[in-house]
């Protein structure tokens, strides 16, 4: 099972304990791992809310009031004496560790000398465990996100105000795709930064997925410009449907026909699947040719570039195309002592055609001083041969 985050509303703990839970994680898994902390008792409750007519699952931590200074030595000695499983220790450990070295960097600290205050606090330290149990439970392959919305403004912290994205937060989301966001507050925690720094492992829209089941997380604020959520989605990787073809068209009547076996050539060499030309009669009774060219979408700038450079076209038509393929594969063939290409198609198996490298061909024919034809006769016979077509071969399948 994969999973994806809708993080267009940012991020905090409680906002991804809350989608977690949604998801179908026990309210149990997150609870049982934040009372194995040694601390003052923890409690989770859950509560079923609505942001802009969505509903969602907030989650609350309740903890006692607390004056407690944690240093990131203290919450590591705290963590690796809870009766956590290996797992959750180790991932709880290291979102801290991230969030020590942020604060680090922020401060102009070294990460060992940092003192927490809100990421330190009871209800930081439920939310992190809590998450990291949470996903554990799912045991998903893969989490991936979409770009964070941070926020903007300014926000007082233990240190005063700080402007909004917190710097914390964007040392801890360097290298990430993020934005500002519709809301102009804080839009995305430290905690929140640094659970999603630990977790996601691609940043990206949503990934090709069978849907199975989604998680609303509820924030505790309700802001006018949207729902301020998290959303996850579980699912089954889905292979993804293969790019579909391109076509290139231009008609041109002023160009020297002299100079269309080269852009043929260049054509292909700049990774064309095909390439060819039509005759045509345009206005004014002009003869002229369309020039047609099939291609992969990756491909598309480089063709494009080939086709304005050697040709006179100031323009194209560009065309998504469907189309069936056959399996390809290659082999050789002796023919008059030296090898020659052979191009199979398959289906379902079975070959369903043979075709000997012309190219090969012709080099051969002029090292034995032979007709071409005799020799695309000896090395076609030779491929057949080898490779018997099947006639039994199924239909290939369409490419959507």
């Known amino acids: 099972m994969i999973g994806w985050l809708d993080l267009a509303a940012g991020a905090s703990g409680d906002m991804l304990l809350g989608a977690l839970v949604d998801a179908g994680v026990p309210l149990d898994v997150p609870a049982q791992a934040v009372a194995a902390l040694p601390v003052e008792p923890v409690r989770l409750t859950t509560e079923q809310v609505t942001r802009h007519g969505l509903g969602a699952t907030r989650v609350h931590v309740h903890a006692p009031p607390s004056d407690v200074l944690r240093t990131w030595a203290d919450v590591r000695a705290l963590l690796g004496s809870a009766a956590l499983a290996p797992a959750v220790r180790d991932g709880a450990l290291a979102v801290f560790e991230r969030l020590a070295v942020a604060e680090g960097r922020v401060h ?15 209800d930081a330290l439920a939310d992190v465990v809590g998450v990291v149990a949470g996903f554990e439970h ?42 500002a966001g519709a809301v102009p507050a804080e839009m995305c925690t430290p905690t929140g930064a640094a659970l999603l720094a630990a977790r996601v492992a691609e940043w ?48 041109v009547d002023d160009l020297d026909p002299r100079l269309w076996p080269g852009v043929l050539d260049g054509l292909l060499a700049a990774g064309a699947s095909d390439a060819w030309l039509t005759p045509i009669l345009m206005k004014k009774g002009r003869p002229a040719h369309t020039l047609s060219v099939l291609c992969r979408p990756k491909v598309v700038p480089a063709v494009q570039a080939v086709v304005f450079a050697t040709t006179s076209t100031i323009g194209l038509r560009v065309v998504e195309v469907g189309k069936v393929a056959l399996e390809r594969a290659h082999a050789t063939v002796e ?58 071969a199924e239909a290939p399948p369409l490419w959507r």
């Open 204 to 251: 990206t829209t949503l990934p090709a997925l069978r849907v199975e089941r989604v998680g609303v997380g509820a924030g505790g604020r309700d802001p006018e410009q949207l729902p301020n959520v998290v959303r996850l989605v579980l699912g089954e990787a889905a292979e993804p449907a293969p790019d579909r073809s391109v076509v290139l068209e231009a008609n």
């Open 138 to 179: 799912l045991g998903l392959s893969r989490l991936t996100a979409s770009p964070v919305a941070l926020g903007s403004g300014s926000a007082r912290g233990a240190h005063g105000v700080v402007p909004v994205p917190g710097p914390a937060v964007l040392e801890l989301l360097a290298g990430v795709p993020v934005h």
């Open 335 to 392: 023919v008059l002592g030296a090898p020659v290409g052979v191009k199979l198609a398959v289906s379902g198996g079975r070959v369903v055609n043979v075709s000997v490298e012309y190219e090969d061909v012709v080099a051969l024919a002029r090292a034995r001083d032979l007709p071409v034809k005799e020799v695309l006769r000896a090395a076609t016979a030779a491929a057949e041969a080898a490779h018997p077509v099947d006639p039994r």
């Open 108 to 122: 102009r600290v070294t990460p060992e000398r940092v003192h927490f205050h809100e990421v330190g606090a009871l």
